[in-house]
């Protein structure tokens, strides 16, 4: 380690460790106003601006309730505001104006650009010509995300590229997850198509590209399960039908599975890998807004739809989007649904009942979604029509707020409901939230460093947006008195630091899990680390890293250890796992 910088007096640091998890100290604030984005649009999908306070009727649950808050946002260009990016809040649940849009572009996978949609082109011409210069714009393609900006251009020139590079890519992941790995091997992007992902951003370094943990897990784990379950009857019918006549027993509830779907099981499995990445990815977008202040919008752009099992997958993803007020809006570029494959076995040149049917379906649970947010959904148009709709449609909206008159605060989801007087009008709003206790936390990078490393420590991948590696010792003691130590050395790739008073700053947070080999934790630690360099111990930390011990306090024997680093400058992750031997 002699290459390594340690937290010595080389590097003016205060760090502290305690035991995790223990929530950051919050305290309790009065009941908070309940902020509802409206926008109200004619038939022709243009803004309504004209309604007054008294248009408005606004119901939670069926109980009518009396509007507290009551403005109308029109949004023109304002120069001077560009320079400015969206920061990182706790939830405050204030209504205040805004005088500029949010938006998450999430371009989801499958092949782009090659139809007569021109999605691609109607983004390019969306960015560039139909964003306000202080609207705040980022982009999440496959694994990657960028920090919101207002350089409008740098986020195009992903996009270019990502217009070219994008086909190998998709042609690659097609090969690689095929066959039964769809279902149940992992879904994890392989280095070698991961490398062309990162080619992709590879010009917006200023943009920090990073991976983002999904949130709301439990949700996709029940979609997996759905798409095993339908792979394993796919299964069973493919091997009955190459039985002799009655030497096979049949399955009424397996023959209706195969009839409802309408495809074969190679063309099941390959949707399954771009549901479960898109999800993934729609999730990761909502975690990643949700300390954003005020409303924001995500546009997901797909060629192959939202292939969801069930309704409730589409409830569960509208619900946590719209309680962090973010409106989905859904860009379906895939046209109708076509005729079968020269290669199968169908009859008809048309495309099957099931095949539409299942088109159709997919097609009203996105609606669904935007529907519930506050969004809107555009099938079967072209792309220049649907980024026009999106843009006339946020330009101006109402911001309407209520202080609810049910205050027991029980984590259930209430249901919103607002009415105008006003015909022949389409109203969009978010349809809900979580009536959770309004909890304000004393200290903002407790809060913020405590919910993103929780989140990563449970998501099962590798982050390597920030670089550190573990070496565990052995145990030590025995019975309530073991312990293991761990060293953990950090790479100085990507921590970001702030000026302050001639220092360079940092704020770090890691997180250590020692855990079974079933995944159980039985003992963790969290050490919060403050870097103060001067100028020379800065310039050694760039080039050498550095590295620290833990002292975990274990409950039973480890199998392994994880880290999770917080660098909360940058909002940037990074983890890493070393097994105890």
Known sequence: MKNIILLTAAIVAAASSAQLPQPPTMIRSRISAVPVDVRVVDRNG????????????????????????????????DPAASGGVPSLTVPSGNVAAQNRRVFLLLLGRGRMGSGSSKELDALVSFIRGKLLPQDAVALIAYNRATDFTTDHEAVVRIVDRYRTGHLKIETDLFEHFAGLHAAYGALTIPPSIQKQVDE???????????????????????????????????LRSEAIAGREPGTAIT?????????????????????SV???????NIYAGIEYMRFI?????????????LDLPRMENERSIAAAAADSRIAVHIVYTGGL??????????????????????????????????????????????????????????RSQYLIGYYPKNTVFDGSYRKVRVEVKRKNVDVMYRRGYFAQDRLVPLDKREFMSFTRVMAAGAYADKIEDLQLSLKPFGVVGSGNSREISVEIVIRPERVAFRDELGLKVAALDIALFALTKGGDPVGEAWKTIDLRLTPEAHQRFLKEGASFQVTIALRNYPKQVKGVLYNFTSDLLGSATAMVY
């Open 46 to 77: 243009n803004p309504v601006t004209d309604l007054k306070k008294e248009d408005f009727a606004v119901t939670e649950d069926g109980d009518p309730q009396e509007i507290s808050h009551f403005a109308v946002q029109v949004l023109t260009p």
């Open 200 to 234: 992709l951003f590879a010009q917006a370094d200023a943009l920090r590209p990073r991976e983002l943990v999904p949130g709301q897990l439990s949700d996709r784990s029940r979609i997996r399960a759905d798409i095993r379950r339908t792979t394993e009857d796919l």
């Open 251 to 271: 399955d009424p509830a397996n023959a209706r599975t195969v009839e409802r779907l309408g495809v074969t099981l190679d063309e099941h499995l390959r949707r």
């Open 274 to 280: 771009v549901t479960n990445h898109d999800i993934s």
């Open 293 to 305: 202040e005020g409303e924001k919008h995500m546009v997901v752009i797909t060629p192959e739809g």
């Open 337 to 394: 649904a076509g005729a079968p494959a020269p290669t199968s076995r169908a009859s008809s040149p048309l495309p099957s009942f099931a095949t539409t049917s299942r088109q159709l379906f997919n097609v009203e649970g996105m609606r669904l979604i935007s529907d519930l947010t506050g969004g809107h959904t555009t099938a079967y148009r072209y792309g220049e029509v649907a980024m026009n709709r999106l843009d006339a449609a946020t």
